[in-house]
């Protein structure tokens, strides 16, 4: 996948979301793992508009 910034708010790429998901390998669903990302990234507390681009990313990469 390629590596842009999907937060522009927090400047957080899919390389970042991806290393955040790595550090726990399991989760039960992709929204459990959008509030991981979401904790050690802070993306998506800005202005929320990234919140789909983010499950998306978080759902191709758990794939
Ligand atoms: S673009 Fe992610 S919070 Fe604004």
Request: net charge negative.
């Amino acid at each position: 996948m390629e590596n842009k910034i999907i937060c522009n708010c927090k400047q957080v790429s899919v390389a970042d979301i991806e290393k955040a998901l790595h550090e726990h390998e399991h989760f039960a669903s992709v929204e459990k793992a959008f509030e991981e990302v979401q904790m050690v990234t802070h993306c998506s507390t800005g202005c929320g508009g990234c919140h789909a681009k983010v499950l998306d990313v978080i759902s191709e990469l758990m794939a």
